[in-house]
Structures are given as structure tokens and as C-alpha cells.
Nanobody, 124 residues
Framework: VQLQASGGGTVQAGGSLRLSCVAS????????LGWFRQAPGKEREGVSF????????YYPDSVKGRFTISRDNAKNTFYLQMSSLKTEDTAVYYC??????????????????WGQGTQVTVSS
């Protein structure tokens, strides 16, 4: 059972990146999914969430209107599209899956599986 995140890199402020998270060993269909990030010296924070059936999403104010989470169950993959990136978005980004359906999960403690993290650096 594994989540593999990819797509990080260095981008200038105002630019865009798309992160991907591929699941292996289990299917994502009925899992709630989330993207989190952790900057040096800071706690891990959630930035985008989607419910198990994909009908609901949630974004904190810090990224609302700039980040979009989506899922492709046929590919067993989900994504984080980030645009209008700011220097404060610099962090290691983690994908996660929670064995729950029908609702958005925002608490890290409720996630069962985590990806290894991918670095996003936004330069000024």
C-alpha cells in the first residue's frame, strides 16, 4: 500500500504547478483525499480536500481560489493544481488518503495513508 507524490519543483511567484499522487496496493474510489504541506519550523497544514465520491471539496482561505484538488479514479490518481503561487506556499507537500466516504476529512489524524512528500519552492 503506497501513495507516491510527484510534480514538485521550483517556480516563480505567480506561476503554476500540478502535483500528482498515485495510489498502489489499494483503490482510491471510496477514500477521502487530501493535500497537506509543511514548511520548515511550522506544523503540517491541510490545503485541499475532496470527499470519497468527489462531490465535495474544501479549501482553507489561504489557498481558496488558487488551488484545486481533483481525482481520477480510473487512474487511481489525484491531483493538486496550484496557480498564482506565492513565496509563502513554499513547503513540502504531502498527499494522503482516509478510509472514509461521503465527507471531507480535514484532520491529519484521520488519514490512513501518506505519500512521501514533494518539495515546492516558490521564488520571488
Amino acid at each position: 500500500v503506497q501513495l507516491q507524490a510527484s510534480g514538485g519543483g521550483t517556480v516563480q511567484a505567480g506561476g503554476s504547478l500540478r502535483l500528482s499522487c498515485v495510489a498502489s496496493g489499494f483503490t482510491l474510489d471510496h477514500y477521502a483525499l487530501g493535500w497537506f504541506r509543511q514548511a520548515p519550523g511550522k506544523e503540517r497544514e491541510g490545503v485541499s480536500f475532496i470527499s470519497g465520491m468527489g462531490g465535495r471539496t474544501y479549501y482553507p482561505d489561504s489557498v481558496k481560489g488558487r488551488f484545486t484538488i481533483s481525482r481520477d479514479n480510473a487512474k487511481n490518481t489525484f491531483y493538486l493544481q496550484m496557480s498564482s503561487l506565492k513565496t509563502e506556499d513554499t513547503a513540502v507537500y504531502y498527499c494522503a488518503a482516509a478510509r472514509r466516504r461521503g465527507t471531507v476529512i480535514t484532520s491529519t489524524s484521520q488519514y490512513n495513508y501518506w505519500g512521501q512528500g514533494t518539495q515546492v519552492t516558490v521564488s520571488s
